[in-house]
């Protein structure tokens, strides 16, 4: 079964209005998330690292301003698309690394946003 | 960011067939991961590699990790219908850090 939820799974908004998507993780603890952003017909491109308890580590490129990210617990990290645009319409998904005997990064299942 | 290079982009062939993809990558990584994602949902995990040639199956499925730890491949053997989708590789060099993406590879089936 799944073991990272995302929500919403889709989202319509006003230009100007601001998002915000939840990532949890369902049956395990997740001290780093991460956060990506893929384009129709692309491969996921990384945008920050989540870790829990302090700031977001952004990728070059990547407006910290603008993508607000929030991991306040150990399952549940936050991403708020601020004063959003046409141009921020993409699906982000976002995944939490299990750490037990080995390292797996399970990913969630997404959530698409369009910006009228 | 940092891509891996993976091959092919896309691959058309008829149900019972066998496929192969690989990826190939200019720094050494210590973990190789291949997922599948079909329209509109997130990717799945299919295989997960962290020793330098091991060789791991999960059902149809056979992966590898390269030798030299730049380079993975994936088999399916006798497809089917259902293993349409994008496969991803994707690779780690330190715990704890993103995991690196190839550009993925469309498979179509034909039955």
């Known amino acids: 079964g799944a073991v990272v939820s995302q929500h919403p799974s889709r989202v319509i908004c006003k230009s100007g209005t601001s998002v915000k998507i939840e990532c949890r993780s369902l049956?395990?603890?997740?001290?780093?998330m991460f956060w990506y952003r893929q384009f129709p017909k692309q491969s996921l491109m990384l945008m920050a690292t989540?870790?829990?308890?302090?700031?977001?580590?952004?990728e070059q490129g990547v407006e910290k301003d603008k993508f607000l990210i929030n991991h306040a617990s150990l399952t549940l990290s936050t991403l708020t698309v601020t004063s959003a645009h046409p141009e921020d319409s993409s699906f982000y998904i976002c995944?939490?690394?299990?750490?037990?005997?080995?390292?797996?990064?399970?990913f969630g299942p997404g959530t698409r946003l369009l910006v009228l | 960011g940092q891509q891996l290079n993976q091959s092919p982009q896309s691959m058309f062939i008829q149900e019972g067939e066998d496929v192969s993809m690989n990826c190939t990558s200019s720094?050494?990584?210590?973990?190789w991961l291949w997922y599948k994602q079909d329209p509109g949902e997130g990717p799945v995990l299919l295989i997960a590699?962290?020793?330098?040639?091991e060789l791991t199956s999960n059902g149809r499925l056979t992966a590898q990790f390269g030798i030299t730890r730049k380079d993975s491949f994936l088999n399916i053997s006798a497809s089917i219908p259902s293993d349409v989708g994008i496969y991803f590789c994707?690779?780690?060099?330190?715990?704890?850090?993103?995991?690196?993406f190839g550009k993925g590879t469309t498979l179509s089936v034909s039955s």
């Open positions: 995944s939490a690394t299990r750490t037990s005997g080995q390292e797996t990064q399970y």
């Open positions: 049956d395990f603890q997740a001290t780093t």
């Open positions: 989540s870790n829990e308890g302090s700031k977001a580590t952004y």
């Open positions: 720094s050494i990584f210590n973990t």
């Open positions: 590699l962290y020793k330098a040639g």
């Open positions: 994707a690779g780690r060099g330190q715990a704890g850090t993103a995991l690196i």
